[in-house]
């Protein structure tokens, strides 16, 4: 695949080869499941996160970890309370995938709503470009098509090793946005941007120590935090709007658009993602239980510091 193209999907005949049954079998199963009614789909996401917290002992450390370096005035009862309700949010987040790829825009639309979105108007009849804030809330797949059924966009990913379920990924995904580019691509959703388009981008994960710096992060003086964000603002000066979805009581899903961001440092990378990190964390404070705490946030250190992950997961 070319990362410097425009991605849709697209059905090869190959998808259809033996190797790939079991995973078109899985997808039909999934499929189903997602198609119950949602009080059902609730309790299976809830047991799922229960199994994941018991038998991945791995990733049940990396987010104990996790929690204990950002929030270290947690007593014991109440992070393992935080850690016990994220499992659980994990396991929703299985079949919100599913509802976010498969379910119609009707049936969406009796679970969700939408404030603020009059910003991302506003912005887009001026013809300036929006760099949509998408912080990798667990529901963050849902709250995209949510939005995504009014405000189209043009969707970034990491395309998957599996063809069939890179198809079904894409598929899903293009029911919100107009296309799709490879995380690489800069260029793309540079132009995207000066072309008045919006652009989901998600800046809060350690994607390495290339083209990252080292800024706070909660407790953390120190995290690996991507200068992808003053790229984009200073070559395709967008205004910058995070957006959070949250998932409410009820199977209802909130999707809250915040005004656009004013004074972004656009001469100072550090000083740049210091001030991202910080607008990330008033996100993640709205419902921190909901956020992906699984990944290994803190796993790119300065040269010559400690890790700050335990041997067992460091390389997890």
């Known amino acids: 695949m070319n990362n410097n193209q425009e991605i849709h999907?697209?059905?090869?005949?190959?998808?259809l080869h033996p190797r790939y049954w079991l995973?078109?079998?899985?997808v039909g199963v999934f499929y189903v499941l997602v198609l119950l009614p949602y009080p059902i789909i609730y309790q299976l996401g809830k047991c799922l996160g229960l199994i994941a917290k018991k038998c991945m002992s791995k990733r049940r450390e990396v987010a104990r970890q996790n929690l204990q370096l950002?929030?270290?005035?947690?007593s014991s009862n109440e992070l393992e309370k935080l850690l016990h309700d994220n499992f659980i949010s994990t396991g929703l987040a299985i079949f919100e995938t599913g509802m976010a790829w498969f379910w119609s825009d009707k049936r969406l639309k009796k679970h969700a709503r939408?404030?603020?979105?009059?910003?991302?108007?506003?912005?887009q009849q001026t013809g300036q470009g929006v760099l949509l804030i998408g912080i990798h809330f667990l529901t963050l797949e849902l709250g995209a098509r949510i939005l995504g059924m009014s405000h189209p966009g043009v969707g970034v990913y990491r395309p998957n090793d599996n063809p069939v379920l890179d198809y079904i990924q894409l598929k899903g995904r293009l029911k919100s946005n107009k296309y799709m580019l490879n995380r690489y691509n800069t260029k793309g959703m540079i132009r995207a941007l000066k072309n008045g388009e919006l652009v989901w981008y998600a800046p809060d994960h350690d994607y390495g120590r290339k083209n990252s710096v080292f800024a706070p992060f909660?407790?953390?003086d120190k995290a690996a935090t991507t200068v992808g964000t003053s790229i984009l603002v200073?070559?395709?000066?967008p205004a910058i709007i995070p957006f959070t979805p949250k998932r409410e009581q009820k199977g209802q899903y909130?999707?809250?658009v915040s005004p656009p961001m004013v004074n972004f440092p656009l001469d100072d990378e550090i000083a740049a993602a210091t001030f991202m990190n910080k607008a990330i964390e008033q996100e993640i404070l709205t419902a921190?239980?909901?956020y992906m705490w699984l990944h290994r946030r803190f796993k790119t250190r300065p040269l010559g510091e400690k890790p700050l992950y335990s041997k067992k997961t460091q390389k997890h």
Not at 114 to 123: A, C, K, Q
Request: proline letters at 3%; glycine letters at 8%.
């Open 9 to 15: 999907a697209k059905f090869s005949n190959k998808l």
């Open 23 to 26: 995973t078109w079998f899985g």
């Open 70 to 74: 950002c929030f270290p005035d947690l």
């Open 114 to 123: 939408i404030m603020g979105d009059h910003y991302i108007t506003e912005v």
């Open 218 to 220: 909660f407790a953390v």
């Open 234 to 237: 200073r070559l395709g000066k």
């Open 254 to 256: 909130l999707v809250t």
């Open 288 to 290: 921190r239980e909901q």
